[in-house]
C-alpha cells in the first residue's frame, strides 16, 4: 500500500515565528488533504490539495504531485495553532504519522 | 453544512456488552469511512463503504462489524470487545469516486472494561 511519510515528527516554535511541515508519498495519488487536529480529538479540515498551492490566511500549502510531496507552511504562529498536523492520501484516505506542533508564547 | 456527527462521545462497555456507534451525514456523500485511532498515533483505516458497498476493509476483527443502511448513515457494532479495543473511533464522509475532499465527525471516544 501507499506510505506516507511526515516530518519533522515534533516542532517547537515561538509565538510569531514561521514553519514548513513536508509530507511524502510513495505513489501517485489524486487525493491529498492536510488536517489540524485539536486537543479534544476533532480532525479540522486545513486543505484538500491533490495538486498546486492554496491560500487560507495565514497557512498555505502546496502539493507537487509528480515529485510526491506536500508541503505545509504556517507564518507568524499562535498558541492556537498547536496541535498534531496530518496528512492524508488517496482515497483510502491513508495517514502519515503527524507533525507535533506546540507553539510558546 | 459539512458536518458529520457521531453519537456516542463517549462509551463505557463491558467485554461481554453489544453495543453501536453511530454516524451521519447529510452532505449527499457517497463514500463513509470509519478509522481508530490510539493515543499519540494517527488514525488507522478500519472500513470504507462505496455507495452502500463495503469496499475496503482493513483485515478488521470481526466483533467489530460495520453497516450502512442508507447512504447517509453508518453504523459500527461492537461485540465481545477487548481493553485494548479502548480508542478514539472516528467516522469521515467524502463525496466519492476517489477524488473528493472528506470530512470528519467529532469522533467516539469507548473504553472497554
Known amino acids: 500500500g501507499i506510505q506516507v511519510e511526515q516530518s519533522p515528527p515534533d516542532l517547537i516554535l515561538q509565538e510569531g515565528a514561521n514553519s514548513t511541515l513536508r509530507c511524502n508519498f510513495s505513489?501517485?495519488?489524486?487525493?491529498l488533504q492536510w488536517f489540524h487536529q485539536n486537543p479534544w480529538g476533532q480532525l479540522i479540515n486545513l486543505f484538500y490539495?491533490?495538486?498546486g498551492t492554496k491560500q487560507n490566511g495565514r497557512l498555505s500549502a502546496t502539493t507537487v504531485a509528480t515529485e510526491r510531496y506536500s508541503l505545509l507552511y504556517i507564518s507568524s504562529s499562535q498558541t492556537t495553532d498547536s496541535g498534531v498536523y496530518f496528512c492524508?492520501?488517496?482515497?483510502?484516505?491513508?495517514f502519515g504519522a503527524g507533525t507535533r506542533l506546540t507553539v510558546k508564547p | 453544512d459539512t458536518e458529520v456527527t457521531q453519537t456516542p462521545k463517549h462509551l463505557v462497555m463491558g467485554m461481554t456488552n453489544k453495543k453501536s456507534l453511530k454516524c451521519e451525514q447529510h452532505?449527499?456523500?457517497?463514500?463513509m469511512y470509519w478509522y481508530k485511532q490510539k493515543a499519540k498515533k494517527p488514525p488507522e483505516l478500519m472500513f470504507v463503504?462505496?455507495?452502500?458497498?463495503?469496499?475496503i476493509n482493513e483485515s478488521v476483527p470481526s466483533r467489530f462489524s460495520p453497516e450502512c443502511p442508507n447512504s447517509s448513515l453508518l453504523n459500527l457494532h461492537l461485540h465481545a470487545l477487548q481493553p485494548e479495543d479502548s480508542a478514539l473511533y472516528l467516522c469521515?464522509?467524502?463525496?466519492?469516486?476517489?477524488?473528493?475532499?472528506?470530512?470528519f465527525g467529532q469522533g467516539t471516544r469507548l473504553t472497554v472494561v
Open positions: 469521515a464522509s467524502s463525496r466519492g469516486g476517489g477524488n473528493t475532499e472528506a470530512f
Open positions: 505513489d501517485s495519488v489524486n487525493n
Open positions: 490539495i491533490p495538486s
Open positions: 492524508a492520501v488517496g482515497f483510502a484516505m491513508r
Open positions: 452532505m449527499g456523500h457517497r463514500a
Open positions: 463503504y462505496s455507495y452502500e458497498k463495503l469496499s
